[in-house]
């Protein structure tokens, strides 16, 4: 997807801006290249918001189609249990006036704003049919969250009885935003598993990016209460593969969403121990151009250092060295605008390669539950109302 389809389909509206508000980002997941599309199909997405407040957008991305998906019908609602909704809740989106749109191959499209007001920490669910397809889809694979599939179009049906088929993705929706104070704004978590919340329990909202968010809402001083969370478990800086590289999907991913205020950038170890020849340099080279990026963009870049990874079995003393001298850099450079530092948080007081165990997932990489919570505990919150 081009930079410019992007910042075209940011919501941007002049109603908003006379009223001293804006749009902000309330939740978001990275959009990846998924398996064929099927035809005929809709989609029930649950997804958790951060921020509250009014005019509700949603966004619809074929960021990685061959070929235009058109959505013939959009309703979104507040979730009772599973697949079933608040009663009158379920209310129909429109684009441009439309209630139906197509989008066409790398491109992604902004409803217009539903009326009412969406609660902070609050399930929404986005349901969608999908009239015609076919080619690769455009999703989140690994959402952590049990959403939900149907055959023929039951967009508008609030109980749970058409959408018997479980998925543990979230397809075409990658952003929810809403309309808020303009003093209110968004952090963006750009990362891989560790922030997409792999080993943090599923359906609850367990990862480290949930985490922070329920910090930033019951926060006071503090202007920054939107988060979404941008991780792609394998994702890498330098190297596209398990999705595409945080430098190429920066603007997609992170600059395009509206309201945000500061990038918190923790990535890295697969570059490491992927055994690919990747150096300090050349981390600090990726590190470098997402500052640059972000700040010409008037965000700020806190930087988070690499967790430990002793016991994984990638690991190797050469791979250690350079999450050393990478974690030196992020610490002390004075490159970044801020730092989070979960390595000092997470890792054990007898061998500092390793994760304690207390916070370890069982892998020896990735955190559980109450690792997702230490690392939330770590971030500065008065760090991420940097302005730029």
């Not at 969406?118 to 080619?135: E, K």
């Not at 919340?197 to 599923?202: A, C, I, L």
């Not at 304690?356 to 770590?378: C, E, I, S, T, W």
Request: with cysteine.
């Amino acid at each position: 997807m081009s930079a410019s389809a992007v910042r075209a389909a940011s919501p941007r509206t002049s109603a908003a801006s006379a009223s001293g508000r804006h749009q902000v980002v309330t939740w978001g997941a990275s959009a990846d290249r998924q398996g064929e599309a099927p035809r005929d199909r809709s989609y029930r997405a649950v997804v958790r918001t951060s921020v509250g407040g009014t005019g509700t957008r949603v966004r619809l991305s074929n960021a990685f189609g061959d070929r235009p998906v058109t959505f013939d019908s959009v309703y979104a609602g507040r979730r009772k249990e599973g697949a079933q909704l608040v009663g009158g809740s379920n209310r129909a989106l429109t684009f441009g006036g439309a209630g139906s749109v197509t989008v066409a191959a790398g491109e992604s499209v902004v409803s217009d704003p539903l009326s009412g007001r969406l609660a902070d920490g609050s399930d929404l669910v986005v349901s969608y049919h999908v009239l015609s397809t076919g080619g690769p889809s455009t999703g989140h694979g690994m959402a952590m969250q049990t959403s939900y599939a149907t055959a023929g179009n039951h967009t508008a049906e609030e109980s749970a009885a058409s959408w018997t088929d479980r998925t543990g993705s979230w397809y075409y929706l990658d952003a929810v935003s809403v309309e808020t104070d303009r003093d209110t704004g968004a952090v963006v978590a750009l990362g891989d598993s560790i922030t997409d919340g792999w080993q943090s329990s599923t359906d609850t909202d367990r990862r480290w990016p949930d985490y922070l968010a329920r910090r930033l809402r019951s926060a006071s001083g503090t202007g920054v209460k939107g988060v979404a969370n941008e991780g792609i478990s394998g994702n890498k800086v330098l190297a596209d593969g398990a999705g595409q590289s945080a430098l190429n999907r920066l603007q997609r991913d992170v600059l395009s969403q509206p309201g945000v205020r500061t990038v918190l950038l923790f990535e890295g170890i697969n570059d490491i121990k992927a055994h690919s020849g990747v150096t300090v340099a050349d981390l600090i080279a990726g590190y470098r151009e997402i500052i640059e990026r972000s700040h010409a963009a008037g965000t700020c870049v806190v930087g988070a250092t690499v967790l430990p990874f002793k016991g994984w079995s990638e690991y190797d003393p050469e791979g250690e060295a350079v999450r050393q001298g990478v974690n030196a850099f992020i610490r002390t450079s004075g490159e970044f605008d801020g730092v989070a530092d979960f390595d000092r948080m997470l890792r054990s007081p007898y061998d500092q390669e390793k994760l304690l165990p207390v916070f370890d997932g069982g892998d020896r990489l990735h955190p559980n539950d109450k690792g997702m919570q230490a690392m939330a505990d770590a971030v500065d919150l008065k760090s991420l109302r940097c302005d730029r």
